[in-house]
């Protein structure tokens, strides 16, 4: 699986949009992009994935750079609740395939 | 439904004992998955089961055994406690078919102190 960066910590003001980068510069043409999110002492929950093209579902939205190297995760209006570390993860779309989490980004959404 | 449930919440070990740490999903899920979070650092794969009747290691096997005793249940078990597998313990499922079939579904956790 292709490896990937990101900040180490980022902030953002309650009710304000919050991106999130992420570069993927060896991803191959078969690897999707997913991202989680981890809670304070909570599981990992599933956030969004994609291809290349752009995705939104009702908790965020994914940008996908045309050549694949790079995306962002928005989430439209952050929350307090949405403090938490966001893992980028690239991955082959395929049953059974294991999570290979980095060392994500910590949002602190503030008041 | 109650999604992936793992027991016990909390365990302390003295060095050397053994126990098992239980997991079950109720999606029907075919994918187990078993992960050790340390302190401030992402997860890790410790092994995974991939359908019904396979193990396979993953990240960080060594010190740990599986036994995936049927569709809905994954263990793990720890034969000799080391106070270095000191970690938080998560399970995870995903499925196959339809859309959402690659995403895994996490349990709570199960923060696991070997002394």
């Known amino acids: 699986d292709a490896k990937t960066t990101q900040p180490t910590s980022m902030d953002c003001a309650e009710g304000r949009a919050a991106n999130l980068p992420c570069n993927h510069s060896t991803i191959s043409g078969n690897e999707y992009v997913y991202w989680y999110r981890q809670i304070h002492s909570q599981g990992p929950q599933y956030i969004i994935h994609?291809?290349?093209n752009n995705e939104t579902n009702e908790m965020a939205s994914l940008i996908i750079t045309e050549d694949r190297k790079s995306s962002t995760l928005i989430l439209p209006h952050a929350t307090l609740r949405d403090t938490a570390v966001y893992y980028c993860i690239v991955r082959v779309y395929n049953a059974g395939n294991m999570l290979t989490f980095g060392g994500g980004t910590r949002l602190m959404v503030k008041p | 439904n109650a999604g992936v449930t793992q027991t016990p919440k909390f365990q302390v070990l003295k060095t050397g004992q053994s126990m098992t740490l239980q997991c079950a999903q109720d999606?029907?899920?075919?994918?187990m998955y078993w992960y050790r979070q340390d302190p401030g650092m992402g997860l890790r794969l410790i092994y995974y089961s991939a359908s019904e009747g396979t193990t396979d290691k993953g990240e960080v096997p060594n010190g740990y055994n599986v036994s995936r005793l049927n569709k809905r249940e994954f263990s793990l078990r720890l034969e000799s406690a080391a106070p270095s597998q000191t970690s938080v313990y998560f399970c995870?499922?995903?499925?196959?078919?339809?859309?959402?079939?690659?995403?895994?579904?996490f349990g709570p956790g199960t923060r696991l102190t070997v002394l």
């Open positions: 999606m029907n899920h075919n994918s």
């Open positions: 994609g291809l290349k």
């Open positions: 995870a499922s995903s499925g196959t078919g339809g859309p959402f079939y690659n995403e895994q579904f």
